[in-house]
């Protein structure tokens, strides 16, 4: 049983609802599922560059992940790490240079493409659940998801793969944004991730919390986060706050006018609307 938070083009294209059991809101009924179209991303398109939107996307939020490393060495010696949902690789790269012996994964063909080209990195194509068959259980040291788990059409399913690739002790990452937040009480439907069409879960600490622990995993350290933004980006996100096509295509006017994207300053803000969890496979 649940109940509609949100109708269909309120906050996004889906409606969104919330448990009335476990609290748990999401995405409801969904037409297509999420991999279907993430796996429809062809590789037969035009090759990602440096300055495309996603690659600076991808390197703007290389500051906030670094932390993760020197983190996961007080529970685990620095060992073998998957990402999941890997993107272009730039994570995985600085975690191999910090000493870390990487794998990923990700759907996105043209950025597995470019992280082979760029970072010399070998990525696999496919989701995570097609590890389960040909790579051995208990194999990595961590595991890290972020801002992954919000996408997934079935995140226990997947827990569950992680819990069997992970080593005794082993320690899961999660991240995600956040909906027991400020920001989310104050903006409602406006907040920015509960509108990006491509998020299906919305989790609050208490829900992730609990999904963690159904699969097994031990909840050992959590802390409320923030992100590094481009100029560029912060203006675009407001725009999608807006809800407004006019809106949108003024912002990315500007944007594209001052090369937003690309030069001026980096910006940290806190505004505590996203969560990081560590989790760990019992022994």
Same mark, same amino acid.
């Given at each position: 049983?649940f ?55 991808s ?26 949902g890997? /993107?272009?690789?730039t ?8 000493? &870390?012996?990487? =794998? *990923?994964?990700? #759907?996105? %063909?043209?950025?597995?493409?470019f992280?082979?080209q760029e ?13 389960d068959?040909?790579q051995?259980?208990?194999?990595f ?40 937040s400020?920001m ?11 509108s990006?069409n491509?998020?299906i ?7 992730? /919390?609990?999904l ?9 350290? &959590?802390?409320? =986060? *923030?992100?590094? #933004?481009? %100029? ?8 999608v ?15 594209d ?19 990081r ?7």
């Open positions: 049983m109940t509609v938070l949100f109708g269909e083009n309120v906050a996004q294209i889906h409606q969104i609802v919330k448990c009335k059991n476990c609290g748990l809101m999401y995405a409801f009924p969904l037409p297509v599922r999420n991999f279907n179209i993430y796996a429809a991303k062809s590789p037969t398109l035009s090759p990602l560059k440096r300055d495309d939107p996603p690659i600076l996307h390197l703007d939020k290389l500051p906030d992940y670094k932390s993760i490393s020197a983190d996961l060495q007080k529970y685990i010696p620095k060992g073998r790490i998957l990402d999941i890997c /993107s272009i690789g994570f995985l790269h600085f975690l191999r240079e910090a000493g &870390w012996e990487v =794998m *990923g994964v990700e #759907l996105d %063909a043209c950025a597995v493409r992280a082979h970072f010399g990195l070998t990525i696999l194509n496919d989701p995570v659940e097609s590890l068959s040909v051995h259980h208990d194999s040291d961590a595991v890290t998801m972020l801002h992954m788990i919000e996408h997934l059409d079935d995140p226990a399913s997947t827990l569950e793969v992680v819990w069997r690739l992970l080593k005794p002790s082993g320690v899961i990452v999660v991240e995600t944004p956040m909906f027991d400020l989310f009480k104050l903006l409602r439907r406006r907040e920015r991730s509960l990006c491509g998020h879960f919305f989790y609050t600490v208490d829900t992730l /919390s609990q963690l622990a159904r699969i097994g995993f031990e909840v050992i350290a &959590w802390r409320k =986060m *923030g992100r590094t #933004l481009s %100029a560029g980006r912060l203006l675009w996100n407001l725009g706050m807006s809800q407004k096509v006019t809106v949108q295509r003024s912002v990315q006017g500007v944007i006018r001052l090369d937003l994207l690309r030069s001026g300053p980096r910006i940290h803000i806190n505004m505590r609307d996203m969560v969890i560590y989790s760990r496979r019992p022994f």
